[in-house]
């Protein structure tokens, strides 16, 4: 089956700007997680979608970033104006209702100078 | 509240000698456990679970862990490292039955010399 489809890879953006990470998750998976892993650090989770509701949005930094996933298929992460220290991986992660296994994907690594 | 504290940030090993990655847990509940293996350019990968069965768990590659909850343990194994198990290794908490909410630890950077 296909895994977790994040885009895109690689971004490198100027302190301020805007930027969008796409993510599709694995067909059927009703939960979908967005995770932060800073250089050296075990990931963060950002945001916790249930179809297409939040369940848990308690550490993410409300005042710039957002996440939305309309039609509980995909989602698209937004981080508003960028600072420094949002430099990172975005993980993107699914799971199944009722499993206790999330499928990740490969990641989008954002720099911002 | 959950954490989990990886012991080691880097753990060096000889090709065919045995691995030992540590992981102590706290949580306020009966906790699910798990491993999992991040490769350089790679996604997550699950190496292997504990959901209160048996408190030894074997996962892919090789490699098991033990639930120990007298010692809050649950410290990965494998008999004998392989080149390819060179790759960060992230000890992992939940105290929802359904993992909607995981927290890491720090890693553990597996290193595999010949």
């Known amino acids: 089956e296909a895994g977790v489809a994040q885009s895109p890879r690689y971004k490198i953006i100027e302190k301020r700007q805007s930027v969008a990470f796409w993510c599709n998750p694995i067909?059927?998976?009703?939960?979908l997680y967005w995770y932060q892993q800073i250089l050296g650090q075990g990931p963060k989770l950002l945001i916790q979608?249930?179809?297409?509701?939040?369940?848990?949005d308690s550490q993410l930094p409300k005042d710039r970033f957002s996440a939305e996933r309309l039609k509980g298929v995909d989602s698209t992460l937004k981080i508003q104006p960028a600072k420094l220290e949002d430099s990172a991986v975005y993980l993107c992660?699914?799971?199944?209702?009722?499993?206790?296994?999330?499928?990740f994907g490969q990641g989008t690594r954002l720099t911002v100078v | 509240a959950q954490s989990v504290t990886q012991l080691d940030s880097h753990v060096s090993v000889s090709e065919g000698t045995p691995v030992l990655l540590r992981c102590n847990y706290s949580?306020?509940?009966?906790?699910?456990l798990f491993w999992y293996v991040q490769h350089p350019n790679k996604g997550l990968q699950l190496l292997l679970k504990?959901?209160?069965?048996?408190?030894l768990v074997k996962g892919i590659n090789g490699f098991e862990a033990e639930f120990k909850k007298s010692e809050t343990s649950f410290h990965l194994t494998k008999p004998s490292a392989h080149m390819s198990d060179a790759a960060e290794y992230f000890c992992?908490?939940?105290?929802?039955?359904?993992?909607?909410?995981?927290?890491f630890g720090t890693g553990t950077r597996l290193q595999v010399t010949l």
């Open positions: 992992v908490v939940s105290e929802d039955r359904t993992a909607s909410k995981l927290t």
């Open positions: 504990y959901t209160s069965a048996a408190t």
């Open positions: 979608f249930q179809n297409n509701g939040v369940v848990d």
């Open positions: 992660a699914s799971s199944a209702t009722g499993t206790q296994v999330a499928f």
């Open positions: 067909s059927g998976h009703a939960t």
């Open positions: 949580s306020s509940y009966s906790p699910s």
